[in-house]
């Protein structure tokens, strides 16, 4: 967005804001100087450098501060985290929360770069007086994560910071699992918040974390724990989960249809998914402990889950 469209936006911003009757805080308009994230060159992280801002004004600050976003940096190892690869329609500052609104072409970010991004974006911003959270609309839908759930307002506390200044791709999300009742016959549903770094696709995170097994005593695991994940793909809707031979192996007393149907109920909670294969090694022409073809390709069956009381 041209610089002069973006000073306009905030001058009507500033006018609304009088009207309203609303004031800077106390701390905003101090000069000084404060910290420009980035993302580095690989995308992989945010890095920061000391920058001395030139004006006061928190409007001013903010416009001066996406001056910094989007110019190319000076070193090369640098990346502006508001680059070409998506526009910034508007810009509005309400006397506590700056709202940004980009285009379609930020879905398209890969979802590392975009947690980056965003992170960069707010890091940024919440560091000025007055500006205490941040929102993102993409053309009038509020941004969400990725199983689909508005993100809201955000402050940087919410990016988790994993060596001293450096943020990386992480992210934290609530996954629905199910696990085995104590006969192993019937399954029992769970939520798991996990916080995972998101170049892991959900799908995989998900059979990751079945694998790793229940938090809770009242539940219990479904598949062996040496279990190894060989790959997780997604195509038209059908999940294929390549499991290593240790999946043959049943160190528990769970029932083959709770072990199936734990994995696929829980792979077809998430939005992109509406059935499972399963194979062994990549092989599909064998039958899950004798009685199960893994050929079968195999849809939601919540008639196994007992009901939470």
């Known amino acids: 967005m041209k610089k002069e469209v973006k000073r306009l936006l905030l001058m009507l911003a500033a006018c609304s804001c009088l009207l309203a009757g609303c004031t800077r805080k106390e701390e905003a308009g101090q000069s000084g100087q404060i910290d420009c994230y980035y993302l580095n060159k690989e995308a992989t992280k945010l890095v920061s450098e000391p920058v001395e801002l030139s004006q006061v004004?928190?409007?001013?600050?903010?416009?001066?501060m996406f001056d910094l976003m989007t110019a190319i940096p000076s070193d090369v190892n640098k990346k502006a985290p508001v680059s070409g690869e998506f526009e910034v329609l508007s810009i509005?500052?309400?006397?506590?929360?700056?709202?940004?609104?980009?285009?379609?072409?930020?879905?398209a970010l890969s979802p590392s770069t975009e947690i980056l991004?965003?992170?960069?974006?707010?890091?940024?911003?919440?560091?000025?007086g007055g500006v205490d959270y941040v929102t993102m609309n993409i053309q009038g839908d509020p941004l969400t994560d990725r199983l689909g759930n508005p993100i809201g307002p955000m402050e940087a506390s919410m990016f988790i910071d994993n060596t001293?200044?450096?943020?990386?791709?992480?992210?934290?999300?609530?996954?629905?699992?199910?696990?085995?009742?104590?006969k192993g016959d019937r399954l029992i549903e769970a939520s798991r918040t996990v916080v995972y770094n998101t170049n892991i696709s959900l799908e995989k995170l998900v059979v990751e974390q079945l694998i790793k097994g229940p938090n809770s005593r009242l539940?219990?695991?479904?598949?062996?724990?040496?279990?190894?994940?060989?790959?997780?793909?997604?195509?038209?809707?059908?999940?294929?989960?390549?499991?290593?031979?240790?999946?043959?192996?049943?160190?528990?007393?769970?029932?083959?249809?709770?072990?199936?149907?734990?994995i696929t109920n829980s792979l077809v909670e998430l939005p992109n998914i509406n059935k499972v294969q399963i194979s062994v090694e990549g092989n599909t022409d064998l039958n899950y402990r004798e009685t199960v073809p893994l050929s079968t390709i195999f849809e939601r069956n919540y008639e196994i889950v007992t009901k939470n009381d």
């Open 92 to 107: 509005t500052y309400d006397g506590s929360k700056v709202a940004v609104e980009v285009n379609e072409k930020y879905r």
């Open 57 to 64: 004004e928190t409007l001013d600050q903010i416009n001066e």
């Open 164 to 182: 001293g200044n450096e943020i990386n791709a992480y992210e934290k999300t609530t996954l629905k699992l199910f696990f085995a009742n104590e």
């Open 117 to 128: 991004t965003r992170a960069a974006i707010v890091r940024n911003l919440t560091q000025l």
């Open 219 to 262: 539940i219990y695991p479904v598949m062996n724990p040496e279990t190894k994940v060989n790959s997780v793909t997604v195509k038209d809707g059908i999940c294929y989960v390549n499991l290593g031979e240790g999946f043959l192996t049943q160190t528990t007393n769970v029932s083959t249809e709770a072990t199936i149907y734990a």
